[in-house]
């Protein structure tokens, strides 16, 4: 297999198994660029801002690991993994989604007693993280993913997200989820990934769903 900094980057121009995550993951890095701001605001003022923590707490929970790593972990890992047994960066990923669960229930349960410092502590761990996680997905993981999955498989993978949308996660959960996402991204003057046509273009050619 040949190195990823030789393989051509994820083509967010098309629908395609790694793009729909790409596009997901700049949602996810959004809410990570606001829980960074709410640790710091945390910390200077020994409070937690519980409303808007509670909000990306949710967007985190449900968006970030029940959607999106639901749709790695049950559709596009285990067919990377038939293609190649064993092959490792699915595995260093899988164990950094559990990680990753861990720094969440840190946080709910920091929210939960008012423990503005493990609440920092919690959120500063979980986006370095999940901004490491997600470079590692874009820049090899899914470069990687480009070349295994032959057109039949890609498609075979985009039916398993859509069903995790419309089965699993139930209809208008993602746009709901989006809209939050967005609110807070608003409140804290982060950008938003929606604001990208081509980016909203991925996050709503699965679940159908459309920008307010």
Do not use: W
């Amino acid at each position: 297999m040949p190195c990823a900094d030789h393989l051509p980057p994820v083509d967010l121009s098309r629908v395609s198994a790694t793009s729909i995550l790409s596009g997901e993951h700049r949602v996810i890095l959004q809410v990570l660029d606001v829980v960074e701001k709410l640790a710091a605001l945390a910390l200077r003022d020994q409070r937690i801002p519980s409303e808007h923590a509670s909000q990306a707490l949710e967007v985190l929970a449900k968006f970030a690991d029940r959607c999106h790593h639901g749709k790695e972990e049950t559709v596009l890992f285990p067919v990377l993994e038939a293609i190649q047994p064993g092959f490792s960066p699915v595995q260093m990923m899988r164990a950094e989604h559990v990680e990753s669960r861990a720094f969440i229930r840190a946080m709910t349960e920091a929210v939960a007693a008012g423990d503005a410092a493990s609440y920092a502590r919690a959120a500063n761990g979980y986006v370095d993280l999940l901004r490491q996680h997600i470079h590692k997905e874009d820049d090899i993981l899914f470069r990687f993913a480009g070349q295994m999955l032959t057109p039949a498989q890609d498609a075979e993978v985009l039916d398993g997200y859509r069903r995790i949308e419309h089965d699993d996660m139930g209809d208008g959960t993602h746009e709901r989820l989006l809209g939050i996402a967005d609110t807070l991204a608003t409140t804290y003057g982060v950008p938003r990934a929606s604001d990208s046509q081509q980016i909203m273009d991925l996050l709503t050619a699965i679940c159908g769903c459309k920008k307010d």
